[in-house]
């Protein structure tokens, strides 16, 4: 049975696909915050829009899906390794313009 969000529920997302320029290691694309409003989760919308963004990535050439996740957010990573990604051993820098 599929939970339907209720009538009034607006189901966002950005679930963007960016490709980068051909690296060393092959052309990749990234995909940046799948949201989803509280209302509607567990619905299926962050399953088809993540399988969306993975089908458009590969019909445009990306040989690499990539994204970032947050360890506190379960549900995320559960619906990730549902559709097919791997953790990889890798290190995040960021450095804050903005002190």
Known sequence: MVRRP????????SAAS???KRQPSGRKAW???VVVDG???GCGAGDA????????AARIGAGKVML???P????ARALYRKVGFEEV???????KTDK
């Open 18 to 20: 960016d490709v980068y």
């Open 39 to 41: 209302a509607a989760r």
């Open 68 to 70: 970032t996740s947050n």
């Open 49 to 56: 829009l993540v399988r969306a963004a993975v089908e458009h």
């Open 31 to 33: 995909i940046e915050d």
């Open 89 to 95: 051993e890798t290190t995040v820098f960021a450095f």
């Open 72 to 75: 506190a957010r379960e549900a």
């Open 6 to 13: 209720p009538k009034s529920t607006l189901v966002r997302s």
